[in-house]
């Protein structure tokens, strides 16, 4: 596999490219402005500087990798790629119609591979012609430091497909571990209930925010408290997460906490506006 696409020049993304060109790989990689790019672009190199920096990168290096990324807004540049990995917003109407268009403009044997965080890879496969090569990519944020990819196989999903990934995530230096399609898959499955039990404590006054972070922090060796976490990963995010979970497998224990809502409802997304559980 040699030519790769990265639809998506946003947080996970952009540190997508970055880790496919530092593989090797030339990347085409698209989003729908050119200041979303932009931006992308300048994540990516700051992000190569700090390893220029720690003497992990040259110079050299970092601009023959940068150089392997084309920034581009026409979506017919990735044609001829041969794994495309999607990481737009995570709304199925916005991937459903982005999977269709790529499976119309893309050779028939490439690989389409999204990098949602929820929503179902046998729904998205099913609104292309080739389901079989439809997979989940879900990569962790910081996308350049955390080792793991879930590869999570839908209903379609074929076993060529999967090991193609399995061969493609070992070349980017990440270790894959296979779910299978059920809501959530494995990480969020069992992450989101663990944050939200974090967020009813601090509703029902079982402890202050910083105990509970502390506790969970020093207590299971957790490199950040579950309340840290959520305001990291964005609360509007874990609040869509855990609605996911509660209407697929219809069980009460997945319940978002009503403070989750109620912030969410204020705008107080976590660090990304300033104000979560946390100030920042
Ligand atoms: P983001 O909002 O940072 O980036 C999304 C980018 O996609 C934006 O730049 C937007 O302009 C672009 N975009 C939207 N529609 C497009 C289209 N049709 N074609 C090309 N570009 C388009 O979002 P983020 O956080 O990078 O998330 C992307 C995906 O990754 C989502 O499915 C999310 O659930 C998943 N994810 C996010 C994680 C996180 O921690 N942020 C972790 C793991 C998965």
């Known amino acids: 596999m040699g030519r790769f696409a990265v639809i998506g020049a946003g947080t996970m993304g952009s540190g997508i490219a970055q880790v496919a060109a530092r593989a090797g790989f030339d990347v085409v990689l698209r989003d729908v402005a050119p200041e979303y790019l932009d931006r992308g672009l300048t994540t990516i190199a700051a992000s190569l500087d700090r390893d220029v920096k720690k003497e992990r990168l040259t110079p050299a290096q970092k601009d023959e990798i940068l150089a392997r990324i084309h920034p581009t807004t026409e979506l017919a540049a990735v044609k001829d790629a041969e794994i495309v990995v999607e990481a737009i917003v995570e709304n199925f109407a916005a991937k459903a119609a982005l999977f269709s268009e790529l499976d119309a403009l893309t050779r028939p044997e490439a690989i389409l591979a999204t990098n949602t965080s ?12 080739r389901p079989t090569q439809v997979i989940g990519m879900h990569f962790m944020n910081p996308v350049p430091v955390m080792p793991l990819v879930e590869v999570i196989r839908g209903r379609a999903t074929s076993d060529a497909t999967t090991n193609a990934i399995l061969e493609l995530g070992a ?23 663990m944050l939200n039990e974090a967020m009813f404590a601090l509703y029902e006054g079982v402890a202050t925010r910083e105990a509970i ?51 969410v409802a204020a705008g107080w997304l976590g660090r990304k506006t300033g104000r979560g559980f946390y100030e920042y």
Request: charge should be positive.
């Open 118 to 129: 929820s929503i179902s890879i046998t729904k998205i496969g099913a609104v292309t012609k």
């Open 213 to 263: 972070d502390g506790i969970m922090k020093l207590g299971m060796n957790h490199p950040m408290g579950p309340l840290t976490l959520a305001d990291f990963i964005g609360l509007d995010v874990c609040l869509a997460i855990l609605d996911v979970l509660y209407e697929g497998f219809g069980d009460p224990k997945y319940r978002a906490c009503p403070l989750l809502r109620q912030y």
């Open 171 to 193: 070349k980017l230096g990440k270790t894959c571990l296979i779910a299978n399609d059920f809501p959530g898959f494995v990480s969020n499955r069992i992450l989101m209930p």
